[in-house]
């Protein structure tokens, strides 16, 4: 090997060089803790946090970081019980290990360890477990892992058997009373239980809704609200004041409606929920929002939907400016289109700037701003403070008023590239919504690249979807995409979709794409019959037919179709 080579090899750094590097500490701080060092055997970590300079959770975040693995808080972590069921507390002890979540998709095992580069005890942990479960070490401290030990072990933490403890125990007025209660209080494990749970199923909303004689808990799967448990009235104080304890909001405070918000992680995720409690007639109605940052962000590549719609949308943004808008209902998906455009667009040669009402996930490089109620800053104020930043592209959350579509239009028409979303039923009716809250056909036309419609509906189960041959009324619909195929599918349910047929959902999309025709007739304030006619000439085609064309590859059925568009014009009355 020649001497070149030998000198061009990298030289590993050492642990305290790579904390001052991240900024953690100071070499000042470093020099103290090697001169303690040379008197003690303990760990530069273990001294460094003895001295103050630094927290375990801060020196695990930047090993973590350091050494390639994921670190762990302990305490931010809802625990897995099929997890516990591989290491009972006795070995978990003696090891020094905490296993704290179960994949059973991937038969993944975390385990919290202090040192993940200890081999001898991975292959330990190995040679007790069955041959398929893979282990993923978590670097987390000493100290919280003897304490998550100590706290979790030893309790129950499924939802049937906390429900059954509760029944069987006593739930006195004093127990109600948990906003310092410890993990042994069921009611603490029942909720997170709860979370868990949901998070576990897909869900993208917990509800806990208050009736006169019980408590009833729906879960939103898919889009579609579905009861989990009824729970005995008398429990619901209790849960009330632990879900408000933990997304920081008033316990006192029963006749207002807050919001909170909730950061754990469970099954090795970060989870964060939106915590909304309404006063009703039979006390709060709490509803959180579930958002899981592992999924917030799709390439676009990634989207489940048609090439031609990926290639359209592609097309719109390597325009330089104007306005791109994406319509439809609440929970139609709009957020994840948007992040997915964006970070299509995200690269260190611009600068996308957002302004959002509230700020659902983080996405690196780009800056992320929250409406501030406490500051009366609304969008159209925010647009102004935004147009000061330098910014290459702008996401607006929403136009809503004449003043925010002002500023948005003047963003686009000053050379900016603008995202916003408008609440439309369709892509061709956003010019009519837009001349309604008072911009100009002339300003309109000419700024805005193109319009993208969607809905989500739910995804047959490809493991029991059933083949049926179309009915009449079936036929007359498939019969308006062109095509009646021989046989469609229908929902059936099985063990892995919960019976229900459906497993995941789809976007359907219309997307018009504005060039110079387009263009004049919006500026002549020409009508939606007239701006269909002349889109659908250029290639444009509408949700239904998106939709249709799902229902012809086995993708989703009629009835669900039915329930995010409308058939009526596609049916001859008989």
């Known amino acids: ?65 350091s050494l390639g693995y994921d670190s762990v808080k302990l ?31 991937q038969n993944k095992l975390m385990i919290a360890m202090s040192d993940t580069f200890d081999i001898l005890l991975l292959d330990r942990i190995d040679a007790l477990l069955p041959a398929e479960i893979q282990v993923e070490p978590v670097l987390s401290s000493d100290a919280d892992i003897i304490a998550a030990i100590d706290r979790f072990y030893g309790y129950e933490l499924s939802i049937d058997g906390i429900l059954q403890e509760i029944e069987t125990g006593e739930v006195d007025a004093q127990t109600q009373n948990i906003e310092r209660a410890e993990y042994s209080h069921p009611t603490v494990r029942l909720v ?80 964060d929920f939106r915590v909304a409690a309404q006063p009703t007639v039979h006390g709060e109605n709490i509803v959180l929002r579930i958002l899981d940052r592992s999924k917030a962000i799709i390439p676009l590549d990634d ?26 209902p609440t929970g139609s998906g709009k957020t994840t289109t948007l992040y997915s455009l964006l970070n299509h667009l995200n690269d260190e040669t611009v600068n996308i700037m957002t302004l959002e009402d509230p700020v659902e996930y983080s996405m690196n490089m780009i800056r992320q701003s929250s409406l501030n109620s406490s500051v009366k800053m609304d969008f159209a104020d925010g647009i102004r403070s935004l ?21 948005g239009f ?31 056909p002339g300003i309109v036309a000419g700024n805005i690249i193109g319009v993208v419609a969607q809905r989500l509906i739910r995804k047959l189960c490809i493991d029991c979807r059933e083949q049926v041959a179309p009915g009449e009324i079936e036929r007359q619909l498939l019969a308006t995409s062109g095509h009646v195929p021989e ?22 999309l219309e997307i018009l794409k504005m060039d110079d025709d387009l263009d004049e007739l919006v500026a002549k304030s020409a009508s939606v019959r007239a701006l269909g006619e002349l889109a659908e000439s250029k290639g444009f085609t509408r949700l239904i037919d998106d939709g249709l064309a799902r229902v012809h590859i086995g993708d989703t059925t009629l009835d669900e179709l039915s329930r995010a568009v409308d058939f009526s014009a596609r049916l001859n009355p008989t």
């Open 75 to 105: 305490n931010d972590v809802v625990p897995d019980a099929e997890a516990f069921a591989f290491i009972d507390k006795e070995l978990a002890t003696k090891l020094n290990v905490m296993p704290f979540s179960f994949d059973p998709d």
């Open 192 to 271: 997170d239980a709860f979370l868990t749970d949901a998070v576990k199923q897909g869900a993208s909303d917990i509800h806990f809704e208050p009736e006169e004689g019980f408590l009833r808990v729906r879960y939103r799967i898919d889009g579609v609200l579905r009861q989990v448990r009824s729970l005995h009235r008398k429990y619901w104080p209790s849960i009330v004041v632990r879900v408000k304890v933990l997304a920081d909001m008033n316990i006192a405070e029963t006749r207002a409606p807050q919001d909170g918000h909730i950061s754990l992680k469970i099954s090795g995720f970060p989870i």
């Open 410 to 440: 003047r963003a686009a028409m000053t050379g900016h590239q603008v995202f916003s979303t408008l609440h439309t039923n369709s892509a061709l009716g956003s010019f009519a919504r837009l001349l309604d809250i008072g911009i100009q």
């Open 1 to 65: 090997m020649s001497s070149a080579a030998v000198q061009s090899a990298p030289k590993k750094k050492r642990i305290g060089d790579q904390l001052i590097d991240k900024g953690v500490i100071g070499p000042d701080q470093l020099k103290i803790a090697l001169l303690e060092q040379k008197r003690s055997p303990a760990k530069l970590g273990e001294i460094l946090v003895n001295l103050g300079f630094l927290t375990e959770s801060v020196l695990n975040d930047a090993l973590g970081e």
């Open 387 to 407: 147009m000061r930043q330098d910014p290459d592209i702008i996401l607006v959350g929403e136009m809503r008023d004449l003043d925010t579509a002002n500023m």
């Open 303 to 328: 989207l489940d939907i048609p090439d031609h719609h990926r290639t359209t949308l592609k097309l719109m943004m390597a325009r330089p400016e104007g306005i791109i808008l994406v319509t439809g």
């Open 487 to 508: 046989y469609i599918y229908q929902a059936v349910g099985c063990e892995r979709c919960g019976q229900r047929g459906y497993k995941g959902r789809l976007a359907l």
